[in-house]
């Protein structure tokens, strides 16, 4: 977590949405900008305030990170690449 | 062959990935867009797929079954884009020495893939209204298979 | 279709005959002619039956199935005469209108099969040599599948 | 079971051998005659005395009649199937 006064290093994060989420948010992809040792969930927190239809989003998504399956608490780190889940329906 | 795909599923194919000398035992799923009374009139589902994501879990699948059983071998499919009534959209095929391992092996790789693939389904009805279908849908939680 | 037939088994054709829209789950097993260290360099598998009785008991096979999974649909097949090591001898597809009553069925019907068909084996080896193989068999009870 | 000397009633069974049993006994059917009340055990019995290489038949095989499995208490009926069937190993 960062501590103190001097500028924070950020991090850059590719987000993609898809399926429902994708339609009720209008795009397929944002590019996130989150304090270094954000996790999951407190990017998923930030989309749901800062893109349109945000809300749209559920608090608890299924998410992955880099094309694996990641839980909340998952750590982001510059590069990454975020995927929001709506839930699976493959087969 | 990619595990995921846009083309129909080729059950011959399928089958002669898996095939070895010292294999007497296959065992083939396939799940297929299905039509009941309860679903309404569907008349085709629209799959879509987190598709890097989609392929490496597939293999990811795949690789922890050939840990399960070592001798097995395995060849997986799931289609993507429109797919009618009636047809095919995911197929997992198992060979072992012999039925048990068949059986245990193919039935695990498919709930895995079920459980674990970023893939959605939209369907479409005989009126052409379309429709999410998911686990939180208004649809409800009902699955091809 | 008999189910009992000197003719290969041709997996569409089983596929075709379960397919119905309201049949989600479809799962087919392949028991095929398998060599392996055990059991020595077997080329091909020579099987009898006592023809009117195995037709007749793997149609009472898939009558208790129907009772058991009413809305499943099955399509069964044993091959006689010589089958080559790698090709099937015995084929059961059971469709269901989800995956767990489709494989529960299929391997239902596969053992029962196992267990009641009046069907005998007789090995031939690379060097020409026959042996018949059974449970009481000097080659053991070792099984295609 | 017959029980006096009045001309015991007979039945005749077709039987049928399968197999190795074809093999070891040079033969595929034989024509059976039998006294009423005789059960596919009785008939088992009468098959390894009377027929050449008999004894090579087990005493306890599986039986058939008329195309169902039965087991060696059945009782035989004039015109019976019997089949003696070698370890089914279909599959």
């Known amino acids: ?91 | 062959m990619p595990f995921v795909t846009h083309a129909p599923i080729d059950v011959p194919a399928l089958l002669a990935e898996v095939a070895r000398r010292d294999r007497g035992g296959t065992v083939v799923f396939l799940g297929s867009v299905r039509r009941s009374e309860d679903d309404g009139p569907v008349e085709a589902i629209e799959y879509t797929a987190y598709e890097e994501m989609a392929e490496a879990e597939f293999g990811k699948i795949v690789a922890e079954a050939e840990v399960r059983w070592p001798d097995a071998g395995f060849a997986v499919r799931h289609r993507l884009g429109e797919v009618l009534t009636g047809e095919p959209s995911i197929a997992v095929a198992a060979a072992a020495a012999h039925r048990a391992a068949a059986f245990d092996a193919a039935r695990w790789v498919v709930e895995e893939a079920k459980r674990r693939l970023p893939i959605w389904k939209r369907e479409r009805f005989d009126d052409g209204s379309r429709q999410w279908r998911d686990g939180s849908g208004v649809a409800g939680a009902s699955d091809t298979a």
């Open chain 1, 1 to 91: 977590m960062p501590q103190n006064d001097v500028v924070q290093p950020q991090v850059r994060v590719r987000c993609r949405f898809f399926a429902r989420y994708a339609e009720v948010l209008g795009t397929a992809t944002h590019e996130l900008q989150v304090p270094r040792g954000t996790t999951v969930g407190s990017a998923v927190q930030a989309l749901r305030e800062r893109l349109p239809g945000g809300q749209a989003l559920p608090k608890v998504p299924l998410a992955a990170v880099n094309l694996e399956h990641v839980d909340l608490g998952h750590v982001l780190v510059d590069g990454d690449e975020l995927a929001l889940l709506p839930p699976l329906a493959g087969g």
